[in-house]
């Protein structure tokens, strides 16, 4: 995968995030893809996993916006990390801003593993299901 093609996977991703779109997200992972949040000790794995972590920070807050992204590609083709800003609008309008990293693995065209490093709290896993 060029670094142009690994860029906009992420891009697909982020977008498919922020615009709370199951389908296109799932879209960009495979099957049996590992999520982590290595900052918080979390560790999910397939698609019924991950949806339920995304489904809960959607469902506890009223939007997620991720912008100011810095790519690293690999140039194997293989990995790219991203280093971004997160700002989440809490239910109570409230904003919550985070300067997050994620590093992705790729196999075939999708993602295989994604390792997120969070400041702060853990918004993908905080509220209960």
Request: charged share 25%.
């Amino acid at each position: 995968m060029t670094p142009q093609q690994q860029i906009a996977l992420v891009e697909k991703y982020f977008t498919a995030v922020d615009q709370e779109d199951l389908p296109a997200l799932l879209s960009t992972l495979t099957e049996d893809c590992v999520f982590s949040v290595e900052t918080h000790r979390v560790r999910l794995e397939g698609h019924e996993a991950v949806s339920a972590m995304f489904k809960r920070l959607w469902r506890n807050h009223k939007a997620v916006r991720h912008d100011r992204f810095v790519y690293v590609p690999d140039p194997d083709g293989r990995r790219i990390a991203a280093r971004f800003h997160v700002e989440n609008i809490e239910m109570d309008g409230s904003l919550t801003h985070k300067s997050n990293c994620n590093f992705f693995e790729i196999t075939g065209e999708r993602f295989s593993a994604v390792a997120v490093y969070m400041s702060g709290a853990n918004t993908l896993d905080r509220a209960p299901t």
